[in-house]
T-cell receptor, first 111, second 115 residues
Framework: EADIYQTPRYLVIGTGKKITLECSQTMGHDKMYWYQQDPGMELHLIHYSYGVNSTEKGDLSSESTVSRIRTEHFPLTLESARPSHTSQYLC??????????FGNGTRLTVT | EDKVVQSPLSLVVHEGDTVTLNCSYEVTNFRSLLWYKQEKKAPTFLFMLTSSGIEKKSGRLSSILDKKELFSILNITATQTGDSAVYLCAVEARAGGTSYGKLTFGQGTILTVHP
């Protein structure tokens, strides 16, 4: 099973603050993803990466940005958090033939 | 645009019942279909079905893929309260298309198993 870690698990922050959600995986997977999921709703892909220095926007428009400077690290940044950003953010990775494995998620609340 | 539709949206059963969850899809250059179980945290992987593996079984859970009719089912026999969760279906496209490597998820089926 893939080892993929997200920090923090929970974050409550005020409007206008800059935040970075961390995601790291130890499996050497090239492909990494960020999904956003509101309570009781489906997962929406917001960013993905197929390798170092490769990032793409997903199907759901997001004001967040990502970077992929190292294979194992795929952080997501919000420059100025707003209440509409309140959600759960799930990071995932996969290898060439392996299924997608998720981290435990970050629950973000913007007050 | 790739599309995944799951049904029913929610299902309430009693322990010992058998349930069938449905997933229909539209995807350009199909590569694989995956089932996940999501409780309170992140989705956990159940099965991956591809052209070379259209039927999978693990304990009380089993799944089949019908590539001709573009759907999959997830069966759970002798349900237990611990099976209560959201079950997610996702599809992936092959390389060469714009959606390569991305999984498109359905909205999920909420399964509640009462004692």
């Amino acid at each position: 099973e893939a080892d993929i870690y997200q920090t923090p698990r929970y974050l409550v922050i005020g409007t206008g603050k800059k935040i970075t959600l961390e995601c790291s995986q130890t499996m050497g997977h090239d492909k990494m993803y960020w999904y956003q999921q509101d309570p009781g709703m489906e997962l929406h892909l917001i960013h993905y990466s197929y390798g170092v220095n490769s990032t793409e926007k997903g199907d759901l428009s997001s004001e967040s940005t990502v970077s992929r400077i190292r294979t194992e690290h795929f952080p997501l940044t919000l420059e100025s958090a707003r209440p509409s950003h309140t959600s759960q953010y799930l990071c995932a990775s996969r290898g060439v033939v392996s299924p997608l494995h998720f981290g435990n998620g970050t629950r973000l609340t913007v007050t | 645009e790739d599309k995944v539709v799951q049904s029913p949206l929610s299902l309430v059963v009693h322990e010992g019942d058998t349930v069938t969850l449905n997933c229909s899809y539209e995807v350009t250059n199909f590569r694989s279909l995956l089932w996940y179980k999501q409780e309170k945290k992140a989705p956990t992987f159940l099965f991956m079905l591809t052209s070379s593996g259209i039927e999978k079984k693990s304990g009380r859970l089993s799944s089949i893929l019908d590539k001709k009719e573009l759907f999959s089912i997830l069966n759970i026999t002798a349900t237990q309260t611990g099976d209560s969760a959201v079950y997610l279906c996702a599809v992936e496209a092959r390389a060469g298309g714009t959606s390569y490597g991305k999984l498109t998820f359905g909205q999920g089926t909420i399964l509640t198993v009462h004692p």
